[in-house]
């Protein structure tokens, strides 16, 4: 049950980040969820683990780094067009 929580979580800051960042993320659901984890996993690299946990998330550290992913795929995606 636990795995579960954690892609519902993980699908909910992705979408959260993609709406900050006013970019669709590609993927979907599925883009969202790893948005979610890989943001969280660049988030409590750089700013190591603060704020409330949600599902094994620190919500503010994976929020920022979901946002700082999206902005770095936006950018790569824009180069290649």
């Not at 669709?24 to 946990?53: C, T």
Request: glycine letters at 20%; charged letters at 5%; a positive charge.
């Amino acid at each position: 049950m636990g795995w579960l929580w954690s892609l519902i979580v993980g699908g909910i800051i992705g979408w959260i980040a993609g709406m900050i960042m006013g970019r669709d993320i590609p993927g979907g659901v599925i883009g969202n969820i790893i948005a979610g984890f890989v943001g969280s996993w660049i988030g409590n690299q750089f700013l190591s683990g603060f704020g409330p946990e949600v599902g094994g998330f620190f919500i503010i550290p994976a929020l920022l780094g979901a946002v700082i992913l999206i902005a770095i795929v936006s950018f790569i995606l824009r180069q290649m067009r």
